[in-house]
């Protein structure tokens, strides 16, 4: 969703699962550069283990640190991962927090992929506007800057046969992100037969 191209420069916010799986496409796109905001050492950790830069957003600006990065131009394009989960450094949900720092820290005309999700009504929000699906989003700026926006649930059959044979050549390994093998023992159930009535 962020039309990431050889030699970019990427940023993703969140380094989840789903921040990690972004970095790692932007890697095998050919991202030249591609960094990761977030303030948990494990995940920054795994970040770096990918190539990507990590940006720990409790210690720095991340808006300034990815700028600092990119020659004061800011990223090529930049994916938005953590979606409705988002808060502030005092754990107070701001749902709108990374959205906004991406549209910040995204260079005039360029793109932003928005996977992270962002519901349709949340009632246990703490903000009015959250508990109707909506966020103070800062429009003004993106609109300045003339960047455009991909947005909604992954179109997973889209992707997936091309990701399991990326995966099946060895040029996608997934797979760093499992961070515990939990070990499991067949089940053996009875056949279940069918009933008669």
């Not at 190539?51 to 131009?73: C, F, H, R, W, Y």
Request: glycine content about 12%; hydrophobic content about 40%.
């Amino acid at each position: 969703m962020a039309g990431v191209k050889p030699g970019d420069q990427t940023v993703v916010y969140g380094a989840g699962p789903v921040g990690l799986m972004a970095a790692l496409s932007a890697t095998i796109k050919g991202a030249s550069k591609v960094m990761v905001v977030d303030r948990h050492p494990d995940r920054l950790r795994l970040a770096e283990s990918i190539g990507a830069i990590a940006i720990d957003d409790s210690k720095v600006d991340p808006v300034e640190a990815v700028l600092e990065q990119t020659m004061g131009l800011g990223a090529d394009n930049g994916c938005e991962c953590v979606g409705y989960q988002a808060h502030d450094p005092g754990g107070d949900e701001q749902p709108n927090v990374t959205l906004n720092r991406l549209v910040q820290s995204v260079r005039f005309t360029g793109r932003i992929g928005t996977v992270g999700v962002f519901v349709p009504q949340d009632p246990g929000a703490s903000d009015e506007l959250a508990k109707q699906g909506r966020i103070a989003f800062d429009i003004g700026l993106h609109w300045f800057k003339g960047q455009t926006m991909g947005t909604g649930q992954a179109p997973v059959k889209k992707y997936n046969r091309q990701l399991r044979d990326l995966i099946a050549a060895g040029k996608a390994t997934p797979s760093f992100i499992v961070s515990h093998e939990l070990g499991w023992r067949r089940i053996t159930t009875a056949p279940i037969s069918p009933t008669t009535s």
